[in-house]
């Protein structure tokens, strides 16, 4: 079946610190995959995706690359700001069905 | 554009009462979406509808039905609410059902 693993959290980092939070899965065919972001009392919004192996998706200093072999896709940050504490959800899309959301991890930036 | 609107934004319920969560979207999406959210578990798909007309079963869909008379609605309703609702309820739709998904604000339910 279709699912996805992420580091569990929480993960707390002092600002200007770099960022991993590791996302793996198991997927039939070749999926899309996406990385969510979740602020303190809002629901989630698209960070970034990609679409294809070797893919990179990147916004707001955030960035992730498809790694069919690895099958991965780690979110990584050069230098994190308090206002990207957040829950972040790794998802794949299998097909024309739903989005698989892994469980979330979250990131505490400290000044 | 408003997107995804969610109503209410937060409502107590006596358990053994139904409700309906209301979900529109202004996006003339096809694929519509309600999730749960609960501490530790992440989102979990209940119900969704790939186009109007149609509806399908998520990983966690008792107790709960939806119906998709329209392309912009999308209603959840809890025939007999228990405590075990208790949660964060998303809406979300998409063009289609592999494309990005865009979420509303939430509806934070309590049943006691």
């Known amino acids: 079946g279709n699912s996805v693993t992420q580091m569990e959290g929480p993960v707390t980092l002092s600002e200007e610190a770099f960022l991993t939070i590791n996302c793996t899965y198991t997927?039939?065919?070749?999926?899309?995959l996406f990385w969510y972001v979740q602020y303190p009392g809002e629901g989630l919004q698209l960070l970034l995706k990609?679409?294809?192996?070797?893919d990179k998706g990147s916004n707001k200093g955030f960035e992730a690359t498809y790694r069919k072999e690895t099958t991965s896709f780690h979110l990584e940050k050069g230098s994190v700001q308090v206002s990207d504490s957040a829950v972040y959800f790794c998802?794949?899309?299998?097909?024309?069905?739903?989005?698989?959301f892994g469980k979330g991890t979250r990131l505490s930036v400290i000044a | 554009t408003a997107g995804i609107t969610q109503a209410p934004t937060s409502q107590i319920l006596a358990a053994g009462r139904s409700m309906t969560l209301r979900c529109t979207q202004d996006?003339?999406?096809?694929?519509m979406y309600w999730y749960r959210q609960d501490l530790g578990l992440g989102l979990r798909l209940i119900h969704y509808?790939?186009?109007?007309?149609?509806?399908g079963k998520g990983e966690v869909p008792d107790g709960y039905s939806v119906s998709r008379a329209n392309t912009d609605d999308f209603p959840l309703t809890l025939a007999s609410a228990v405590p075990s609702q208790t949660s964060v309820y998303f809406c979300?739709?998409?063009?289609?059902?592999?494309?990005?998904?865009?979420f509303g604000p939430g509806t934070r339910l309590t049943v006691l």
């Open positions: 998802a794949l899309s299998p097909g024309n069905t739903p989005l698989v």
């Open positions: 990609a679409t294809k192996a070797d």
């Open positions: 979300a739709s998409s063009e289609s059902g592999a494309d990005t998904q865009y």
């Open positions: 996006m003339r999406h096809n694929a």
């Open positions: 997927a039939t065919g070749y999926p899309s």
């Open positions: 509808s790939n186009t109007a007309g149609t509806t």
